[in-house]
């Protein structure tokens, strides 16, 4: 079986509701089975202003 890579984007924003979690990963399917990589993750805080409007 050839590898195959497959690359996703993935966003969060919990139940605390005070910020969006972003990460990217790439996937690779083999004969062996999957694996995961993580390229880059990051996370912001949402402006106070956001905040209030979503009552945090």
Known sequence: MENKNFQAIGLMSGTSLDGLDICCCT???????????IDC??????????????GV
Not at 27 to 37: D, E, Y
Not at 41 to 54: C, D, F, I, M, N
């Open 27 to 37: 996937f690779t399917r083999s004969a062996k089975g999957w694996t995961f990589r």
């Open 41 to 54: 993750a990051k996370g912001y805080t949402y402006p106070e202003e956001l905040k209030q409007k979503l």
